[in-house]
């Protein structure tokens, strides 16, 4: 179970940075939110993968941690939020410069037309 787990977190954390270095916007929000999704199964890990145990101190002799899982809830709502954020500023950007690249460069222009250099020229 513990090598599934870690294959999962690896391959979310893999494909989120891959998708960060793209260049354009959605795939970047995609990314955040996959690298945070693996950020979140590891802080979850971290409270040992047990099943049937107490999470309180003192009534049982094995117990699992209650932090890790009150971060990942937290961190959970905190990502929900920054990715709506995001998705939004994504939205004004591309509204604004008709572009959706990352950097905020234009692509290339196309060429002049006949028409439009006949004018430049003049």
Known sequence: MELLFALVIGALTASGVYLLLRARTFPVIMGLTLLSYGVNLFLFATGRLATGQQPV??????YS???PQALVLTAIVIGFAMTAFLVVLALRNLADNENDHVDGQREKPSPPSKH???VSSK
């Not at 101190?57 to 094995?62: E, L």
């Open 65 to 67: 941690d209650p932090l």
């Open 116 to 118: 439009e250099q006949e």
């Open 57 to 62: 101190i003192g009534t049982a002799s094995n």
